[in-house]
Antibody, heavy 122, light 108 residues
C-alpha cells in the first residue's frame, strides 16, 4: 500500500536551517512528481514546492524562493526539502503529497503523508 | 499566478441539510480543479477531481460541478462525519497547484 512518512521537523530558531524528508513506499516513486504543502496553525493549506518525477523541474511558492530547495533521491524513494533562513511565518505542518493523473490528464493529490511539524521560534 | 477564492469561509448546517460551497478561479482553468476534505489533525483527503469526478470510495452525497472559473461542491444529506474543512485546488498550472483558503462546515 502507498505510504509516505515525513520526518525532520522540530523547533528551530529564526535564521537557522532544517531539512525535511518524506520516505515513500508502496509505489514506483520515480514515476511521480512530488509536492510539499504546508499548513500554519489554524490556517489553510499552502502549496510550497514541487519537483518533477526525474528532478529536472522544480517550482516554489514566492515566499520560499531562494530559501527552500526541493530535491529527491529516487534510489532511496525519498523526497526532501532543505529550508534555510527560516522565519516565524514558516511555522507549519509540512506535508508531502503525491501528484497523480487520471487517463484524461486531470491531476490531483491522491496520497499525503501524515505531516511533520516545524516551529520557528527563538 | 492563479488565485482561488472560496465562499463562504465558514458555514453552520444541520445533519440532513444540503450544503453548497463555491470556488472561483482568477482565470479560466477548464476542469483542472479538485475538492479536498480535511479533518482536524489529519491530512487532506481527495473528494472530487476534474471538477465533477468522484474519487473512489467517496460517498455519492458529495458532488462537484463547474468549468472555467466557477465551481461548486454540494453535499446532500449532510452527515455527522462531514463536518470538516473543505479546500478547492487548481491544477491548471503545470505542477504549480494552489488551493483556496478553505471553508469550515460546522454543526448548527
Amino acid at each position: 500500500q502507498v505510504q509516505m512518512v515525513e520526518s525532520g521537523g522540530g523547533v528551530v530558531q529564526p535564521g537557522r536551517s532544517l531539512r525535511l524528508s518524506c520516505a515513500a513506499s508502496g509505489f514506483t516513486f520515480s514515476s511521480y512528481a512530488m509536492h510539499w504543502v504546508r499548513q500554519a496553525p489554524g490556517k489553510g493549506l499552502e502549496w510550497v514546492a514541487v519537483i518533477s518525477y526525474d528532478g529536472s523541474e522544480k517550482y516554489y511558492v514566492d515566499s520560499a524562493k531562494g530559501r527552500f530547495t526541493i530535491s529527491r533521491d529516487n534510489s532511496k524513494n525519498t523526497l526532501y526539502v532543505q529550508m534555510n533562513s527560516l522565519r516565524g511565518e514558516d511555522t507549519a505542518v509540512y506535508y508531502c503529497a503525491r501528484a497523480n493523473y487520471d487517463r484524461s490528464g486531470w491531476g490531483y493529490f491522491d496520497f499525503w503523508g501524515q505531516g511533520t511539524v516545524v516551529t520557528v521560534s527563538s | 499566478d492563479i488565485q482561488m477564492t472560496q465562499s463562504p469561509s465558514s458555514l453552520s448546517a444541520s445533519v440532513g441539510d444540503r450544503v453548497t460551497i463555491t470556488c472561483r478561479a482568477s482565470q479560466s482553468i477548464s476542469r483542472y480543479f479538485n475538492w479536498y476534505q480535511q479533518k482536524p489533525g489529519k491530512a487532506p483527503n481527495l473528494l472530487i477531481y476534474a471538477a465533477s469526478s468522484l474519487q473512489s470510495g467517496v460517498p455519492s452525497r458529495f458532488s462537484g460541478s463547474g468549468s472555467g472559473t466557477d465551481f461548486t461542491l454540494t453535499i446532500s444529506n449532510l452527515q455527522p462525519e462531514d463536518f470538516a474543512t473543505y479546500y478547492c485546488q487548481q491544477t491548471y498550472n503545470t505542477l504549480l497547484w494552489t488551493f483556496g483558503q478553505g471553508t469550515k462546515v460546522e454543526i448548527k
